[in-house]
């Protein structure tokens, strides 16, 4: 075998080995047996053999690069689904909200009351609502870490039928430690909630469907960790920081000055 075919079959083999690394399907079997000869196939084994004794890192490569396809694929399905849901995040009266109720910059967080990246997230969020008027922020309830996570979920919708839903909320990100009901029910008191009809409202069906529909489209858009972040159309996954998340808010103006 001349020296040029041998680097043509190294490369071939290169290609075949990636993708079978990255769990693509390969041709069938039987459209290929006879590309090659058996003097070929035997060849083309011990360059692959060769090949990876001198190279092992192209494994860990291919793998890589496959699990960067495998997510960007999960964020544009992801994004497909956003725009089928934007009345259900962005437009739903149960949902609280914050902010400028006409801004630009629409951003929903997915969160829990007891996931202590979702409190640093608070900070991040109050002082970009603090500073850039032009944000909607969109806040709903995911409670999946605990019984307490649910628990302070209800709580904080009861508290916003009595106009205090974000008040609520900013004390419940402020706790550190795993909550109680009479620690959330003195909060109630301190912001001057009647805290009978909390407790009621907070046992209501409205309530419970509220957080039954926010967890069901929370599965329906592949969220499963807390927090979660829809920004107009683009999803987040995590926590970011205050600078991340507003070079994202930069880049959805930018494409929104696009779209003008």
Known sequence: ???????????????????????????????????????????????????????????????????????????????????????????????????NPKGTVVIAEFYDYNCGYCKHAFNDMAQILESDKDVKFVMIDFPILSEGS????????????QGKYFEMHSKLMKMSGQLREEQVQAMGKDLGLDVE?????????????QIESNIALARELGISGTPGFIINETPVRGYLGLEGMQSIIAEERAKLAKKD
């Open 197 to 209: 009809q909390m407790k009621k409202d907070a046992e209501s069906a409205d309530v419970a469907k």
């Open 150 to 161: 649910h628990m302070a979920a209800k709580y904080a919708l009861a508290a916003g039928k």
């Open 1 to 99: 075998m001349t020296l040029s075919s041998k680097l043509r079959l190294s490369a071939v083999a290169v290609s075949v080995l990636a993708v079978s690394v990255a769990g693509f399907a390969l041709v069938p079997h039987a459209a290929t047996k006879d590309v090659f000869t058996a003097d070929q196939k035997a060849a083309l084994n011990d360059i692959i053999y060769d090949y990876l004794m001198e190279n092992p890192q192209v494994i860990m490569e291919a793998v890589a690069k496959h699990q960067v396809d495998q997510e960007q694929a999960q964020v544009d399905a992801m994004k497909e689904l956003i725009v089928t849901k934007k009345d259900a995040l962005f437009n739903d009266a149960g949902k609280p909200v914050a902010g």
